[in-house]
């Protein structure tokens, strides 16, 4: 059924998403959080750790002009002991309401590290929050699933079951970052391959409405030890770092199936925006990153064409034509007149020749430089 799921209409400002960590650096965080001018965060917090629920609070107020995901992670006390699980969940929903747009309910669940040891664990976890949304919450929207990686088979069994709850929208923890680069292939499936499976189970599943959200994404960086979660093997370099993080949200838009993405995360010395072993350093990833939501908060998405690892995105920015050009393998592009040409992070380009490699290169489509051409003229 995959060639046959139709696209949806995406709130791109909604689809760039940052995850937070609100008990670190908090008001570091809120600088950058600012400074990004993020409109959607994915915070995540611990059931373990009931006494931080007002801290929370009073974060999600500092926020409260953002779209906020709640991840709320689970531990094994709370999978076996269902009536204490009950009982904090109905603490939270009450305490937070609305505040919080969605509530991802569990994490990696096909991970034992994580505390569940089979999808019916997690199906009977999830199904306590459903019950409390049914009877008391009817306003609350729940995310589920909460799959890592490509491990489908664990998210068909959570999409296909008898068991008497439904999803307000599908959370994946889409990581290719063992594979490399997003174009690389895992059993014959690039990144765009993975999504438009997910999106068509997500289709096809009685139990869901039709949402899909990546909460959890980012490459491991190199010479991070202890911090980096995998080994050096899969740890990848600054730059590569921010030409994948890239390269992912534009594949994932590209999609036109995916409602947002939420980079894991802003503050983290193994994997995140920020280093902050030594105070607080933005990495090239962080001013990538701002680039791209300030570029790309309010596009439109047109198409995206594949020639031999060739890849243009073309999107309509009001009335201004934006392609966005890699490669797998480095090339050159002449510049024209009509181009306005910049770099990643945002830097002007005015070479004559343009070098198109895996640094994704933002090209705005120009009658002269510095007037951009209205998209509804044919170049």
């Known amino acids: 059924m995959m060639p046959f799921v139709k696209r949806k209409e995406i709130h791109t400002t909604e689809f760039f998403s940052m995850g937070v960590d609100f008990q670190k650096e908090t008001q570091a965080t809120q600088q950058l959080l600012e400074e990004l001018e993020v409109k959607s965060i994915l915070i995540r917090f611990k059931l373990w750790e009931m006494h931080q629920l007002q801290r929370l609070k009073s974060f999600i107020a500092q926020n409260s002009d ?13 999978i076996e002991d269902l009536a204490l699980l009950k009982n904090d969940l109905h603490v939270i929903f009450s305490e937070l309401g609305n505040s919080v747009a969605a509530y991802e309910i569990g994490s990696t669940i096909n991970r034992t590290k994580w505390g569940f040891f089979s999808v019916n664990e997690y199906v009977n976890f999830y199904k306590v929050a459903y019950d409390l949304k049914t009877a008391y919450f009817p306003d609350i929207k729940l995310l589920g699933s909460g799959v890592i990686d490509f ?16 999803y307000d929208g599908v959370a994946a923890l889409l990581y ?5 680069a997003p174009e ?21 599943s009685p139990k869901t409405k039709q949402e899909l959200h990546v909460t959890e994404v980012n490459w491991p960086l190199s010479n991070t030890a202890p911090y980096a979660p995998t080994s050096e093997y899969e ?37 995140g925006l920020i280093d902050n072993r030594k105070g607080i350093k933005k990495r090239e990833a962080f001013f990538t990153y701002k680039y791209m939501f300030a570029t790309l908060k309010n596009a439109q998405f047109l198409r ?13 920015l009001d009335d201004t034509l934006l392609q966005i050009h890699w490669s797998l393998k480095e090339t050159t592009l002449q510049n024209q007149d009509f181009f306005e040409v910049y770099s990643k992070t945002g830097t002007k380009i005015e070479d004559d020749i343009l ?25």
């Open 176 to 180: 290719v970052d063992r594979r490399g």
């Open 235 to 271: 740890c990848v370099s600054e730059e590569i770092y921010a030409d994948y993080m890239l390269r992912y949200y534009l594949l994932s838009f590209a999609s036109q199936q995916v409602d947002s993405v939420s980079w894991h995360q802003l503050i983290a010395p193994g994997y």
């Open 66 to 78: 953002k779209k906020i995901t709640l991840k709320i992670l689970q531990d094994r006390e709370h």
């Open 184 to 204: 690389n292939t895992q059993l014959g499936f690039t990144l765009t391959d993975k999504i438009a499976l997910l999106s068509t189970l997500v289709w096809l």
């Open 355 to 379: 070098t198109i490699n895996s640094s994704p290169l933002y090209i705005f489509i120009t009658k002269e430089v510095g007037k951009r051409v209205n998209a509804s003229e044919r170049i």
């Open 304 to 316: 995206l064409d594949i020639k031999r690892g060739y890849y243009i995105m073309q999107v309509l």
């Open 151 to 166: 491990e489908l088979h664990f998210t068909v069994h959570t999409l296909f079951n008898f068991y008497k709850c439904k």
